[in-house]
């Protein structure tokens, strides 16, 4: 049974995502200290954090248990690398994965664009801040966004689930929706249909 080492396994990873995700550049490395048995993956739009973990648990070794404050070593994996061979059991040494998602000027604006059509209040908001949304950046958002705050709606947590329950701010909002995009789906992206129920504070509706 091969054992691969954590060395190995980030290299194994590595072709497995941008086999899975060929548009998409990966980095997968090594962390390092007493890390070192853990892997950085990062990648710039692409698929969203739960796509890419559901391709890379498959990695892991071990997984950190909390309540214990311990290791829990995971079942080897059977794999197959070749259709006409039969699969073969690999053990990674692996103990987590961390993952680094960032988006590009492009994918900022894109799911604006997207969010602006969905909700036509939008362009009377930003046009009260003096807000281009073309000139939006991953960077900015939360300095130039952030400037319009939502009320807070019943039920909002069910469609931007990394919003905090209260205050809600464009900003967040924006990030929120960049999280749960795909944008392997097109060249351009396509986002999420979120809607904002409530207009910001001193918007004419």
Request: proline share 7%; with cysteine; net charge negative.
């Amino acid at each position: 049974m091969p054992k691969f080492t954590t060395k190995e396994t980030a290299a194994a990873l590595r072709k497995h995502l941008r086999a899975t995700w060929p548009t998409v550049k990966f980095s997968v490395r090594c962390e390092r200290g007493t890390g070192s048995a853990w892997l950085r993956v990062a990648w710039v739009d692409g698929p969203t954090n739960t796509q890419a973990q559901g391709e890379w648990f498959g990695f892991q070794g071990a997984q950190f248990n909390g309540m214990t404050d311990s290791y829990d070593q995971l079942d080897d994996h059977l794999v197959c690398t070749n259709p006409a061979e039969l699969p073969e059991v690999r053990s990674y040494s692996c103990d987590g994965i961390n993952g680094e998602r960032t988006f590009t000027d492009d994918a900022v604006r894109t799911t604006v664009r997207q969010l602006m059509n969905e909700n036509t209040w939008l362009s009377a908001a930003f046009a009260v801040e003096g807000i281009d949304p073309e000139a939006l950046t991953y960077n900015t958002l939360h300095r130039s966004a952030s400037m319009l705050t939502l009320e807070p709606v019943a039920g909002c947590r069910t469609w931007v689930n990394r919003c905090p329950a209260n205050p809600y701010d464009l900003g967040i909002a924006i990030t929120s929706a960049l999280s749960i995009t795909d944008f392997t789906t097109a060249h351009t992206g396509t986002a999420h249909p979120l809607t904002y129920p409530t207009p910001p504070k001193g918007t004419p509706p």
